[in-house]
């Protein structure tokens, strides 16, 4: 079994200077903490990989394609492979584990 607490894959990431910690790396998955600051802009580009979005904290909007919704904490949202994506309007910062299958690169 593999087990993670959300405090201290937070604090990893800091410690990395990254926006992004992947934490959880298997073949047909893996799983990832990406954190962005209100008002920042999120980089992303589109992934070759399905991937699942849960908003563990904070507000902003998220486009996905042509359609655009609000996200919070609790929100979960579905990006198919090769679909361009990204959160703006940040307005609370916002921390989401992102799933991606198959893993990621």
């Known amino acids: 079994m593999k087990s993670f607490r959300l405090d201290e894959l937070e604090a990893e990431r800091v410690a990395n200077s990254g926006a992004y910690l992947q934490f959880l790396r298997e073949r047909n998955m893996s799983v990832g903490l990406y954190a962005l600051n209100a008002g920042q802009s999120d980089p992303q580009q589109p992934h070759g ?3 699942v979005y849960f908003v563990v904290s904070g507000r902003a909007s998220i486009t996905v394609g042509e359609e655009t919704t609000l ?8 990006v198919p492979a090769g679909v ?16 991606f299958s198959p893993a990621e690169g």
């Open 84 to 99: 361009p994506h990204k959160f703006h309007h940040i307005s609370e910062d916002l921390k989401v584990l992102v799933v």
């Open 49 to 51: 990989q399905d991937e």
């Open 71 to 78: 996200v919070a904490r609790g929100s979960v949202v579905y």
